[in-house]
């Protein structure tokens, strides 16, 4: 499946999941990360991702999508530069 994750999370804990999403998906934009996962690897981001953040002040957005042909996507601006290694 196709998963673009958006988050707001107060700055302390950003570097921290940035880094763990970067094992997993693609850099997009500032709070942007967008990639294909497996079931299992959704479930592990998200349990990984539950204990990153502080559930009362931070917020995650998960969009799931069949696969990414479904995706449309539209970049007005500058179009930021996707590393395609993905960290392990």
């Given at each position: 499946?196709?998963?673009?994750?958006?988050?707001?999370?107060?700055q302390?804990?950003?570097?921290?999941?940035?880094?763990?999403?970067?094992?997993?998906?693609?850099?997009?934009?500032?709070?942007?990360?967008?990639?294909?996962?497996?079931?299992?690897?959704?479930?592990?981001?998200k349990?990984?991702?539950?204990?990153?953040?502080?559930?009362?002040?931070?917020?995650?957005?998960?969009?799931?999508?069949?696969?990414?042909?479904?995706?449309?996507?539209?970049?007005?601006?500058?179009?930021?530069?996707?590393?395609?290694?993905?960290?392990?």
């Amino acid at each position: 499946m196709y998963v673009i994750i958006v988050y707001d999370i107060e700055q302390e804990r950003v570097a921290k999941v940035c880094q763990y999403l970067r094992r997993f998906l693609y850099w997009a934009q500032n709070s942007v990360f967008e990639g294909e996962l497996s079931e299992a690897q959704l479930v592990k981001v998200k349990s990984g991702l539950s204990k990153l953040i502080d559930p009362q002040r931070d917020s995650v957005y998960i969009y799931q999508l069949p696969g990414k042909k479904l995706v449309k996507k539209e970049i007005l601006g500058q179009e930021k530069i996707v590393t395609r290694t993905i960290l392990e």
